[in-house]
C-alpha cells in the first residue's frame, strides 16, 4: 500500500476530529467540519495533501453512498403523496430561482450563460443539510419539513437535465446537443430496464438473502445493489449519483429499507467527508479575504433570495405562513447536487475560477448558517404576522391546523423480536387498543405478518437507525423478547440512551444476565429460568392439599424477593450501567459461590482476581445483605453471590473457582 496515500488519508481524520468537535459545539452541521479540514489541508491552507486526485476518487464513493442513503430514507409512495407541493411547488422554485438569479447575474456584468448557468447551481439544497438539521429538531415527518424536502429532491433530479443542457448552454450548439440527447434516451431506455427489473428481482433477492440470517452476506448485497445501480446508470451515460439514489429509491420500497440503511450509513459517513474535504480542497483563502464584503453580501442576498422564492412557490399547496415560512427558510442554502452540477461547468467553460470560488464561498456559507437561519423561523413569522397580509393568506394561517406527524403514535409500544412472546404482546396491545409496531430478522415472518396487516418491518435493533424508523423517541414501552443475551443487552443500551423515559422490558434466559441488563437500563427483566421455576413449584404444590391462594401467595413471594433482590442490586451499585456502556468489551455477571469451591474462605485479596483473571468484584449479596464495593479484606463464603465484572478476557477461566471441588 501506497503509505503517502496513508498519510493523507490520516491527515484529513486526524483535522476532521477537531473540527467536528468545534462545529459540535457552536450546533453546525457536520457537513461544515469536512470543508474546513479541505480548507486547511487543501493548497491554499497549510498545503498537508499533495495529491488530490487520490482524495477525489474516495469523494465520488461518497457521492454514491450519500445519494444511495437518501433514496431509502425517502419512499417513491412518500413522494408521491407530496406531489402536488413537490411537483409546482418545485418546479416553481427551480424556474423562478434560475431566472431571478439569472437577471441578478446578468446586471452585475455576467454574461448570459454564465447567469444562467450560475442560477442553475443556486436553484439546489442541501438534502443533507436539511435532514440534518431537521433530524436534530426531531420534525423531519412534519408538513412543511415534507414539503421542503419534496422540493429538495424534485431540485436533485433536475440535475441530470441540467448537465445535458451545460453543452448547449456554453454554445456548443445542435452538434453538440443531439448527440446528448441521443445519450439521454439511450440511458433512459437502460434505466427503465432497470427500474422495472430491480422492482420485481430486488425484494425477492433481498428476502432470500435475509433469510440466510447473515449480516455479511447481507451487507455486501447491498453494497453490490448499490454500486451496481450507479455503474449500470453511469455506462449509459448518466450519472453515478443518479444511479445510487435510483437504487436507494428501490430499495426504500421493500421491507428491508431499515435494515439496509444501517449497513450502508457508516460507509456513507466515511466516504461522504471525502467529498466535502475535496471541495473544500478548492476554496481560495486568500480569495475570500480579498473579497470578504462582496462574498458575505453574496451569502445574505442568497439565502433572502432563495428563501422569498421558496416562500412564494409553495403558496399553490395551500400552506400555513407557517409552514410557508419554515420551507422558505429550509431551502434557503446551497446544496450538494450544485456542486456536482459545477463539474461539468467548468469543464465547459462555464464557471471561471473567479466565480468558482464565489460559488464555493456562498455554498458554504450558507449551510454553515443554515441551522441558525432555519430556527428564525418562529421569530420570522411572529413578525410576518404583523404586516398588512392578504386576507386570503390571513384565513388560511387561521384555519389550517397542523397536520399530525406520519410515523408510529406517541406513546406507542415498541416490541423488538415478533416471536411467539412477542405475538403474544402484540395481541394484548391490539385488544386494548394500545399502538405498538415491532421489529423482526426473520424476513419470513415480516413477510407474513405484513399480509395480515400488522405494523412489523425487517430490522436488527441493535442500530439506531432502525430504533428511530420505530419511533423510540416517542414511544412509552420497549418490550424486548428476543433470547439471544448479548443482543438483548446491546438492543437495551442503546434504547435507553435514544429514550430516557421510556419503561424497557426485557426477556432473558438465566438469572445470571438479568442484573447486567438491570444495569443497563432496563426497568423489568423476566428471566425464564426464574419462571419456569416458580411454574414447577406451583404445579408441585397442587398435588398436595395446600390451598390455592397459599399456593399463589408462595410464588408471588417468591418472584416478588428475587426481582427485587436483582433490583436492589443495581440501584447500589449505580455504576454498572457507566461501565458496561462506555467499556465495549465489560461483561457483567453473576455467579454463586457453591460449598467445597476453591475461593470459599478466601479473602479478595487472597483470590487476586483482578491481576490473575482481570475480574472485579463489584458487589457481594450475602443473604439479605449487600456488600457493595468490597475491599480486598472481606472474605467470600460459601452461598455468596458475587457481581463481577470481567473486562474482556471471559470467565471460562475464573468458573471452577467457585464451583464444587470435583471429590476424587
Same mark, same amino acid.
Not at 446491546?490 to 434504547?495: L, S, W
Given at each position: 500500500?501506497?503509505?503517502?496515500?496513508?498519510?493523507?488519508?490520516?491527515?484529513?481524520?486526524?483535522?476532521?476530529?477537531?473540527?467536528?468537535?468545534?462545529?459540535?459545539?457552536?450546533?453546525?452541521?457536520?457537513? $461544515?467540519?469536512?470543508?474546513? #479540514?479541505?480548507?486547511? *489541508?487543501?493548497?491554499?491552507?497549510?498545503?498537508?495533501? #499533495?495529491?488530490?486526485?487520490?482524495?477525489?476518487?474516495?469523494?465520488?464513493?461518497?457521492?454514491? =453512498?450519500?445519494?444511495? %442513503?437518501?433514496?431509502?430514507?425517502?419512499?417513491?409512495?412518500?413522494?408521491?403523496?407530496?406531489?402536488?407541493?413537490?411537483? %409546482?411547488?418545485?418546479?416553481?422554485?427551480?424556474?423562478?430561482?434560475?431566472?431571478?438569479?439569472?437577471?441578478?447575474?446578468?446586471?452585475?456584468?455576467?454574461?448570459?450563460?454564465? *447567469?444562467?448557468?450560475?442560477?442553475?447551481?443556486?436553484?439546489?439544497?442541501?438534502?443533507?443539510?436539511?435532514?440534518?438539521?431537521?433530524?436534530?429538531?426531531?420534525?423531519?415527518?412534519?408538513?412543511?419539513?415534507?414539503? *421542503?424536502?419534496?422540493?429538495?429532491?424534485?431540485?436533485?433530479?433536475?440535475?441530470?437535465?441540467?448537465?445535458? !443542457?451545460?453543452?448547449?448552454?456554453?454554445?456548443?450548439?445542435?452538434?453538440?446537443?443531439?448527440?446528448?440527447?441521443?445519450?439521454?434516451?439511450?440511458?433512459?431506455?437502460?434505466?427503465?430496464?432497470? %427500474?422495472?427489473?430491480?422492482?420485481?428481482?430486488?425484494?425477492?433477492? /433481498?428476502?432470500?438473502?435475509?433469510?440466510?440470517?447473515?449480516?455479511?452476506?447481507?451487507?455486501?448485497?447491498?453494497?453490490?445493489?448499490?454500486?451496481?445501480?450507479?455503474?449500470?446508470?453511469?455506462?449509459?451515460?448518466?450519472?453515478?449519483?443518479?444511479?445510487?439514489?435510483?437504487?436507494? /429509491?428501490?430499495?426504500?420500497?421493500?421491507?428491508?429499507?431499515?435494515?439496509?440503511?444501517?449497513?450502508?450509513?457508516?460507509?456513507?459517513?466515511?466516504?461522504?467527508? !471525502?467529498?466535502?474535504?475535496?471541495?473544500?480542497? /478548492?476554496?481560495?483563502?486568500?480569495?475570500?479575504?480579498?473579497?470578504?464584503?462582496?462574498?458575505?453580501?453574496?451569502?445574505?442576498?442568497?439565502?433572502?433570495?432563495?428563501?422569498?422564492?421558496?416562500?412564494?412557490? $409553495?403558496?399553490?399547496?395551500?400552506?400555513?405562513?407557517?409552514?410557508?415560512?419554515?420551507?422558505?427558510?429550509?431551502?434557503?442554502?446551497?446544496?450538494?447536487?450544485? =456542486?456536482?452540477?459545477?463539474?461539468?461547468?467548468?469543464?465547459?467553460?462555464?464557471?471561471?475560477?473567479?466565480?468558482?470560488?464565489?460559488?464555493?464561498?456562498?455554498?458554504?456559507?450558507?449551510?454553515? $448558517?443554515?441551522?441558525?437561519?432555519?430556527?428564525?423561523?418562529?421569530?420570522?413569522?411572529?413578525?410576518?404576522?404583523?404586516?398588512?397580509?392578504?386576507?386570503?393568506?390571513?384565513?388560511?394561517?387561521?384555519?389550517?391546523?397542523?397536520?399530525?406527524?406520519?410515523?408510529?403514535?406517541?406513546?406507542?409500544?415498541?416490541?423488538?423480536?415478533?416471536?411467539?412472546?412477542?405475538?403474544?404482546?402484540?395481541?394484548?396491545?391490539?385488544?386494548?387498543?394500545?399502538?405498538?409496531?415491532?421489529?423482526?430478522?426473520?424476513?419470513?415472518?415480516?413477510?407474513?405478518?405484513?399480509?395480515?396487516?400488522?405494523?412489523? =418491518?425487517?430490522?436488527?435493533?441493535?442500530?439506531?437507525?432502525?430504533?428511530?424508523?420505530?419511533?423510540?423517541?416517542?414511544?412509552?414501552? $420497549?418490550?424486548?423478547?428476543?433470547?439471544?443475551?448479548?443482543?438483548?443487552?446491546?438492543?437495551?443500551?442503546?434504547?435507553?440512551?435514544?429514550?430516557?423515559?421510556?419503561?424497557?422490558? %426485557?426477556?432473558?434466559?438465566?438469572?445470571?444476565?438479568?442484573?447486567?441488563?438491570?444495569?443497563?437500563?432496563?426497568?423489568?427483566?423476566?428471566?425464564?429460568?426464574?419462571? #419456569?421455576?416458580?411454574?414447577?413449584?406451583?404445579?408441585? /404444590?397442587?398435588?398436595?392439599?395446600?390451598?390455592?391462594?397459599?399456593?399463589?401467595?408462595?410464588?408471588?413471594?417468591?418472584?416478588?424477593?428475587?426481582?427485587?433482590?436483582?433490583?436492589?442490586?443495581?440501584?447500589?451499585?449505580?455504576?454498572?450501567?457507566?461501565?458496561?456502556?462506555?467499556?465495549?468489551?465489560?461483561?457483567?455477571?453473576?455467579?454463586?459461590?457453591?460449598?467445597?469451591?476453591?475461593?470459599?474462605?478466601?479473602?479478595?485479596?487472597?483470590?487476586?482476581?483482578?491481576?490473575?483473571?482481570?475480574?472485579?468484584?463489584?458487589?457481594?449479596?450475602?443473604?439479605?445483605?449487600?456488600?457493595?464495593?468490597?475491599?480486598?479484606?472481606?472474605?467470600?463464603?460459601?452461598?455468596?453471590?458475587?457481581?463481577?465484572?470481567?473486562?474482556?478476557?471471559?470467565?471460562?477461566?475464573?468458573?471452577?473457582? =467457585?464451583?464444587?471441588?470435583?471429590?476424587?
Amino acid at each position: 500500500m501506497d503509505t503517502a496515500f496513508l498519510e493523507q488519508i490520516l491527515i484529513i481524520f486526524a483535522l476532521s476530529i477537531g473540527a467536528l468537535a468545534l462545529c459540535h459545539r457552536l450546533k453546525m452541521p457536520g457537513i $461544515v467540519a469536512f470543508f474546513l #479540514t479541505g480548507i486547511i *489541508a487543501g493548497p491554499y491552507g497549510l498545503g498537508l495533501i #499533495t495529491n488530490r486526485a487520490d482524495v477525489e476518487i474516495l469523494a465520488e464513493l461518497g457521492i454514491v =453512498f450519500l445519494l444511495f %442513503t437518501i433514496g431509502m430514507e425517502l419512499s417513491l409512495k412518500n413522494l408521491l403523496d407530496m406531489k402536488r407541493g413537490m411537483l %409546482t411547488g418545485g418546479v416553481l422554485q427551480i424556474g423562478l430561482t434560475i431566472g431571478v438569479v439569472a437577471v441578478i447575474a446578468s446586471v452585475l456584468g455576467l454574461a448570459p450563460p454564465e *447567469a444562467i448557468f450560475f442560477g442553475m447551481l443556486l436553484a439546489h439544497t442541501s438534502t443533507t443539510v436539511m435532514l440534518t438539521v431537521f433530524q436534530h429538531r426531531g420534525e423531519v415527518d412534519t408538513p412543511p419539513v415534507r414539503l *421542503a424536502l419534496g422540493i429538495s429532491v424534485l431540485q436533485d433530479l433536475s440535475t441530470v437535465p441540467m448537465i445535458l !443542457f451545460v453543452p448547449m448552454l456554453a454554445g456548443m450548439g445542435s452538434a453538440g446537443l443531439i448527440p446528448s440527447l441521443v445519450n439521454f434516451g439511450i440511458g433512459l431506455v437502460l434505466l427503465g430496464i432497470v %427500474t422495472v427489473s430491480a422492482l420485481w428481482v430486488v425484494p425477492r433477492l /433481498l428476502y432470500r438473502v435475509a433469510n440466510l440470517r447473515s449480516r455479511e452476506l447481507f451487507m455486501i448485497t447491498v453494497i453490490t445493489l448499490c454500486l451496481g445501480t450507479a455503474w449500470l446508470t453511469s455506462r449509459a451515460g448518466l450519472s453515478l449519483a443518479l444511479g445510487a439514489f435510483l437504487a436507494g /429509491l428501490i430499495i426504500s420500497e421493500s421491507e428491508y429499507s431499515s435494515a439496509a440503511l444501517s449497513t450502508v450509513i457508516p460507509f456513507r459517513d466515511v466516504f461522504t467527508s !471525502f467529498f466535502f474535504v475535496s471541495m473544500g480542497m /478548492l476554496l481560495n483563502t486568500g480569495f475570500f479575504v480579498a473579497h470578504a464584503p462582496l462574498i458575505v453580501a453574496i451569502i445574505l442576498g442568497v439565502i433572502v433570495v432563495k428563501a422569498i422564492i421558496g416562500a412564494v412557490a $409553495v403558496l399553490p399547496a395551500g400552506v400555513s405562513l407557517r409552514n410557508i415560512i419554515l420551507t422558505g427558510l429550509a431551502i434557503g442554502q446551497v446544496g450538494e447536487f450544485a =456542486f456536482i452540477l459545477s463539474r461539468p461547468g467548468i469543464e465547459y467553460g462555464l464557471l471561471s475560477p473567479n466565480l468558482e470560488q464565489i460559488f464555493l464561498a456562498a455554498s458554504v456559507g450558507t449551510m454553515t $448558517v443554515a441551522p441558525f437561519v432555519i430556527g428564525s423561523a418562529p421569530g420570522v413569522t411572529a413578525i410576518a404576522r404583523r404586516l398588512p397580509l392578504p386576507a386570503w393568506l390571513r384565513a388560511r394561517d387561521q384555519s389550517l391546523k397542523e397536520a399530525p406527524a406520519s410515523g408510529p403514535e406517541r406513546g406507542h409500544v415498541i416490541i423488538v423480536g415478533f416471536g411467539p412472546m412477542g405475538q403474544h404482546v402484540a395481541d394484548a396491545a391490539r385488544s386494548t387498543k394500545i399502538p405498538y409496531i415491532a421489529i423482526e430478522l426473520n424476513p419470513k415472518t415480516v413477510r407474513r405478518e405484513r399480509e395480515k396487516g400488522e405494523p412489523i =418491518f425487517f430490522g436488527d435493533a441493535i442500530h439506531e437507525e432502525v430504533l428511530s424508523r420505530a419511533g423510540i423517541g416517542v414511544a412509552r414501552v $420497549v418490550v424486548i423478547t428476543i433470547p439471544n443475551a448479548a443482543t438483548a443487552r446491546q438492543v437495551t443500551a442503546i434504547a435507553r440512551k435514544m429514550n430516557s423515559e421510556c419503561a424497557i422490558i %426485557t426477556r432473558t434466559r438465566y438469572m445470571e444476565d438479568s442484573l447486567s441488563l438491570y444495569a443497563l437500563g432496563a426497568d423489568d427483566v423476566i428471566c425464564e429460568e426464574f419462571e #419456569t421455576a416458580a411454574e414447577v413449584l406451583a404445579r408441585v /404444590l397442587i398435588k398436595y392439599p395446600v390451598p390455592k391462594i397459599e399456593i399463589d401467595r408462595l410464588v408471588a413471594s417468591m418472584r416478588a424477593e428475587r426481582y427485587e433482590m436483582l433490583r436492589e442490586a443495581s440501584e447500589q451499585v449505580p455504576s454498572l450501567r457507566d461501565i458496561e456502556l462506555h467499556l465495549e468489551s465489560a461483561e457483567i455477571s453473576i455467579i454463586r459461590v457453591e460449598d467445597g469451591a476453591p475461593i470459599a474462605g478466601k479473602t479478595l485479596a487472597e483470590a487476586d482476581l483482578r491481576r490473575g483473571y482481570d475480574v472485579t468484584v463489584l458487589a457481594i449479596r450475602r443473604g439479605a445483605e449487600m456488600l457493595a464495593a468490597p475491599d480486598g479484606g472481606t472474605v467470600i463464603e460459601a452461598g455468596d453471590l458475587c457481581i463481577l465484572i470481567d473486562a474482556g478476557q471471559g470467565d471460562g477461566g475464573i468458573s471452577p473457582l =467457585f464451583r464444587r471441588r470435583p471429590e476424587g
